[in-house]
């Protein structure tokens, strides 16, 4: 590729002088193509490995997260307490509905603590073995926060 240095035109390799203004085309080396992915040696700057995920952390994101799984079962425990009271179930069947509602939630947690706890210390372990899980990170277009 060629290029006017007083006009700022561009014209092919076989061109010699500017169509406009007649000056002589001086020839522009293209910029060089990036090479797919880093260069032997090099890292991926977009990239990067896993490799260690606090336990207890885990343990507590899962464990709210699992709790507010578990309040799905609420409402059928709230209806069933309510039924129950109506139906002459009395005390008890109310009982047990109240009961259930706060038991999922809090199993759930449980559940999920020990989940994100030991997930997380097995991952580690392998993590150290393997390397870890790979991700790609990029730069997120701007856009309104949402
Ligand atoms: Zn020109």
Redesign the pocket.
Known sequence: MKK??????EYPDEFSV??????T?QSVTAPPVAAPGPAPGQYYQTRKLLTYVAPLRAGLVLAVLYAFFGLIFAPFFILIALIGKQTGGGFPAALGGVIGAIFFPVVYGIAGFLGGLIGAAVYNLVARWTGGLEFEFRDAPQRPVY
């Open positions: 006017c240095p007083g006009c700022g035109r500017c169509a406009v203004d007649g000056q085309l």
